[in-house]
């Protein structure tokens, strides 16, 4: 079975920074994608940012220029920097790992509340 632990989360004031971890362990295919997407209150889940096991990254637009994933692959953490941050990044963050190996495989962390509040 595959664990998803993330930690970082916190409340920050607005144009403040915090950095998310995420520790995947379990039997992982070494070919995947590793990403954060991100729920606020009364709103769907949406993609905050992925990453690739080859290091190709993609953002949502919201988060261009202030959010930077990466990851250490051996040891299958990911990481998202997220700076200049504002009210609407609110959310409960939620890591994610993905692949296909045959069947499809997707699994998520437990999430962590982020707060942009002065």
């Known amino acids: 079975q595959v664990q998803l632990v993330e930690s970082g989360g916190g409340l920050v004031q607005p144009g403040g920074s915090l950095r998310l971890s995420c520790a995947a362990s379990?039997?992982?295919?070494?070919?995947?994608?590793m990403g954060w997407y991100r729920q606020a209150p009364g709103k769907e889940r949406e993609l905050a940012a992925t990453?690739?096991?080859?290091?190709?990254?993609n953002y949502a637009d919201s988060v261009k220029g202030r959010f930077t994933i990466s990851r250490d692959n051996a040891k299958n953490t990911v990481y998202l920097q997220m700076n200049s941050l504002k009210p609407e990044d609110t959310a409960v963050y939620y890591c994610?790992?993905?692949?296909?190996?045959?069947?499809?495989?997707?699994?998520w962390g437990q999430g962590t509340q982020v707060t942009v509040s002065s």
């Open positions: 379990g039997s992982i295919f070494s070919i995947n994608v």
């Open positions: 994610n790992v993905f692949w296909k190996f045959g069947a499809q495989y997707d699994y």
């Open positions: 990453i690739t096991s080859g290091g190709s990254t």
